[in-house]
Every structure is written in C-alpha cells, then in structure tokens.
C-alpha cells in the first residue's frame, strides 16, 4: 500500500502523524511510504531520517494525490478540502460530530476517513487518545509547579519543598488517565497529592498501583470546596464520555483559595471544570482571576510535539500496519476498535452520532463494508 504523511499545517500543529522509525517498520513489510517535505521539522525529524528509513520525501500535491492511506495528526483545515478525495482512506483526529462543514467535505469527496478518537475497544478504551491524555496529565503537574514560582504571578511556593521545608499541595479532580499521570508526575516533585474521582472501583485501583501514596477523596462538592481552599495547585481532569465538563469549582471557590494559587484545567477541551475557565494557547498559556492564576491550554500535547508524536505514532503504527497489510475492509472486519473507528466510508457516514449530531444520513458500517472489500 502507499501510504501518505503530509505536514499538518493547522496554526501551532508541529506534530507529525508518522516518525521515521515507524516509516522504516512500515516500508519493511512491503509499502511504500511517501512524505511531504518538512512534514517531520516541526517534531525534530528532518527529510533525510525520513528518506535513511526507506520513505520518499515529495511534495504537498504528490502526497494527497498518490497516497492510498494518508495519515494526518489533526483533522484536514478548509484549504484541504479540495484534496479530499475518493479512494483515499484518511486516518486522523476528526472530531467532525463538533464541525459539519468538514462533514459534508468527507461526505461530498466520498472519501473514507477513519477517526483516531472515536477507534475504542470492547471495554471502553479509547487507545488512540490515551496517549494524548498521559501527556497532558504530566504536563499539568509541570504547569502547575511551574506557575507557583512569584515572578510568574503564583504564590511563590517550591511544590517539593526541601528538608525541614513543607512540600505544597495538588488537589486533582478526576482520576483517570489524566489525573493518574499528573498525580505521578506531582508525586515525583515532592508534592502531597490527593485525587478525588467519583468511581470508587478507579480510587481502589489508584490506591493499588500508587500504593497508597496519595490520599484518594470521593468528590462531592463539600469534598471538593476543602481540597480546592487546601491546595497550591488544582488540577481539573475529570470526563463524562459524549458530555460537557461539569463546573465543580465554581467562582465562590476562588475566594477561599490561597492567594497565587495555580488551576490547570486539562478538561478546557471539554468545556473546563472550573466556572472561570476559558482556553488558553501555548503563546499566552495564563491568566488570573480573583488572584488565582488559570492555565487552559486546550492543546496541551503540542507543547512538546517530539514526545507527542512519538506517542501518537507508537499508539497508531499497529492499526496503520493492520490496513496497510489487510486493506481497511478486512482489518476493519477483524477488529472491532477498529471498525469503531470508520466515520465515513466512500462518503457515508457510518458513525451514528456523528449523523445525528447534523441530521444526515447514517448507514451502519456492515451494509457498506461489503462494498469497500469488493
Ligand atoms: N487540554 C488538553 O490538551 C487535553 C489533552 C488530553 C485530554 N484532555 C481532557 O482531559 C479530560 C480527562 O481525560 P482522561 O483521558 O483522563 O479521561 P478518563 O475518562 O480517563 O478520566 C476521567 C475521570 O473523571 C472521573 N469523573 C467523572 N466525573 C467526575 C466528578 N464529578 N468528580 C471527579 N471525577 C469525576 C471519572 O470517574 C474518570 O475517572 C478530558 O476532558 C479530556 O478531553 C485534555
């Protein structure tokens, strides 16, 4: 199969969809890989590691033009949209049920595009958005130590501590993947850490495998109204699957923080936890509210675009070496997650939210997979 890495070329998008390392795997099983020049720059990856791992390094029109499988990192932007095409199978982050112009691009190009968030297994995990989650989460715990120094307007505390000097506080609501990874990262500076989530059966499980080193709250809003005013750091993480973030920090709660304190809502992509949150980018990550600093940057994984797409491509290469080798009929035939993935395919749309979400048309992928493997 050809297979087709464009660079991204959405403002402050410097990840890659495929590292050379994952290129090279690919190209020894057969395929042909093809790269858009400089696609990997913004990750550290120049042309020539590219070209050393097998791929061919061509140009923007060659890459959409010849790929059969093109793998992007972020959904394709308007002036992409006369590249869609039929016959092409795109594999990236789409989130389309939130955009209906892109929607009707995929469905009007008859393309097939496969989604990297909506790929999930039997049990509910979603493993291509998992690594962007324990990324974000470290990168709270950072954010967070980072924003308490004083001339960045926090409380000017050391998370750590030292000897004979107290470590500061973590309050993190919500302990999935997110609030385990920062709960680690926290814990590895030196902080006291409690994690607050509302499924018991997941406090057991952190309870197990942080063994017992962070003191584990079930969050109500009494509980959550005591660990806010205790804490130096708040790190918001919770998720309701398909839903808004709930507001469990609300303005009131502010007033009996400490002052310089620091929120870092990793849930601003859903809506953000706390009532003052509002995205941040990566140019101006902060803002201050009644004295408490806010960091919601909503794209917190393009911060470190090296790390970030070195997870993204280790989580991705299976299922792009399952196509490549399969066709994306039979892969998709064999795995589930995978055919959870399928959001459009030959310009119907088989993912049933994403139709309702514009009232269009949805055709259950089984009446029309038979065709693509035809
Ligand atoms: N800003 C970014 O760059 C970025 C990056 C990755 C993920 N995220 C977001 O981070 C959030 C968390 O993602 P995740 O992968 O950790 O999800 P997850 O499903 O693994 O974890 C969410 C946790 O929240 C808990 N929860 C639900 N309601 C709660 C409540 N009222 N109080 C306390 N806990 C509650 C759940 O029990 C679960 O343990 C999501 O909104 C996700 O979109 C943001």
Same mark, same amino acid.
């Given at each position: 199969m050809r297979i087709g890495v464009p660079r991204e070329i959405k403002t402050d998008e410097y990840r890659v969809a495929l590292t050379p390392a994952g290129a090279r795997e690919v190209v020894q099983k057969g395929h042909e890989v093809l790269v858009e020049t400089t696609a990997g720059e913004g990750s550290s990856f120049p042309d020539g590691d590219y070209e050393r791992a097998g791929a061919r390094i061509v140009s923007v029109d060659e890459v959409w033009a010849q790929s059969q499988l093109l793998l992007k990192v972020k959904e394709p932007i308007e002036?992409?949209?006369?590249?869609?095409?039929?016959?092409?199978?795109?594999?990236?982050?789409?989130?389309?049920?939130?955009?209906?112009?892109?929607?009707?691009?995929? /469905?009007?190009? +008859?393309?097939?595009?496969?989604?990297?968030?909506?790929? #999930?297994?039997?049990? &509910? $995990?979603?493993? =291509?958005?998992?690594?962007?989650?324990?990324?974000?989460?470290?990168?709270?715990?950072?954010?967070?130590?980072?924003?308490?120094?004083?001339?960045?307007?926090?409380?000017?505390?050391?998370?750590?501590?030292?000897?004979?000097?107290?470590?500061?506080?973590?309050?993190?609501?919500?302990?999935?993947?997110?609030?385990?990874?920062?709960?680690?990262?926290?814990?590895?500076?030196?902080?006291?850490?409690? /994690?607050?989530? +509302?499924?018991?059966?997941?406090?057991?499980?952190?309870? #197990?495998?942080?063994? &017992? $080193?962070?003191? =584990?709250?079930?969050?109500?809003?009494l509980q959550i109204e005591e660990s806010v005013a205790a804490a130096d750091v708040v790190i918001g993480a919770v998720l309701i699957p398909g839903a808004r973030a709930p507001k469990l920090v609300t303005r009131a709660m502010l007033h009996e923080m400490k002052p310089g304190a620091v929120i870092v809502d990793v849930a601003i992509d859903q809506g953000g936890c706390f009532e003052t949150s509002r995205p941040t980018t990566h140019t101006n990550p902060v803002y201050e509210v009644d004295g408490i600093t806010h960091y919601c940057v909503a794209n917190m994984p393009g911060g470190v675009p090296i790390s970030s797409t070195l997870a993204l491509t280790n989580a991705t290469l299976p299922y792009v070496e399952a196509i490549a080798e399969q066709g994306l009929g039979l892969a998709v035939a064999r795995d589930r997650a995978l055919a959870r993935g399928v959001n459009v395919l030959e310009g119907k749309i088989t993912y049933e939210a994403v139709a309702e979400a514009h009232g269009l048309e949805f055709t259950p992928l089984e009446d029309v997979l038979p065709l693509l493997a035809a």
């Amino acid at each position: 199969m050809r297979i087709g890495v464009p660079r991204e070329i959405k403002t402050d998008e410097y990840r890659v969809a495929l590292t050379p390392a994952g290129a090279r795997e690919v190209v020894q099983k057969g395929h042909e890989v093809l790269v858009e020049t400089t696609a990997g720059e913004g990750s550290s990856f120049p042309d020539g590691d590219y070209e050393r791992a097998g791929a061919r390094i061509v140009s923007v029109d060659e890459v959409w033009a010849q790929s059969q499988l093109l793998l992007k990192v972020k959904e394709p932007i308007e002036s992409e949209y006369p590249r869609l095409r039929e016959g092409l199978v795109l594999f990236t982050y789409l989130h389309i049920a939130a955009d209906e112009p892109l929607t009707r691009a995929l /469905v009007e190009s +008859r393309i097939t595009a496969v989604a990297y968030e909506t790929v #999930e297994t039997d049990d &509910g $995990r979603l493993p =291509l958005l998992a690594p962007m989650s324990e990324i974000a989460g470290r990168l709270a715990a950072q954010a967070g130590a980072y924003f308490l120094e004083k001339p960045l307007g926090g409380r000017g505390l050391l998370l750590g501590g030292v000897p004979g000097v107290a470590p500061g506080h973590v309050a993190v609501i919500g302990g999935g993947i997110v609030g385990y990874n920062a709960a680690i990262i926290a814990l590895g500076l030196g902080a006291h850490v409690t /994690v607050l989530d +509302r499924s018991i059966d997941r406090m057991r499980h952190l309870d #197990e495998i942080l063994s &017992g $080193r962070v003191s =584990l709250v079930m969050s109500s809003s009494l509980q959550i109204e005591e660990s806010v005013a205790a804490a130096d750091v708040v790190i918001g993480a919770v998720l309701i699957p398909g839903a808004r973030a709930p507001k469990l920090v609300t303005r009131a709660m502010l007033h009996e923080m400490k002052p310089g304190a620091v929120i870092v809502d990793v849930a601003i992509d859903q809506g953000g936890c706390f009532e003052t949150s509002r995205p941040t980018t990566h140019t101006n990550p902060v803002y201050e509210v009644d004295g408490i600093t806010h960091y919601c940057v909503a794209n917190m994984p393009g911060g470190v675009p090296i790390s970030s797409t070195l997870a993204l491509t280790n989580a991705t290469l299976p299922y792009v070496e399952a196509i490549a080798e399969q066709g994306l009929g039979l892969a998709v035939a064999r795995d589930r997650a995978l055919a959870r993935g399928v959001n459009v395919l030959e310009g119907k749309i088989t993912y049933e939210a994403v139709a309702e979400a514009h009232g269009l048309e949805f055709t259950p992928l089984e009446d029309v997979l038979p065709l693509l493997a035809a």
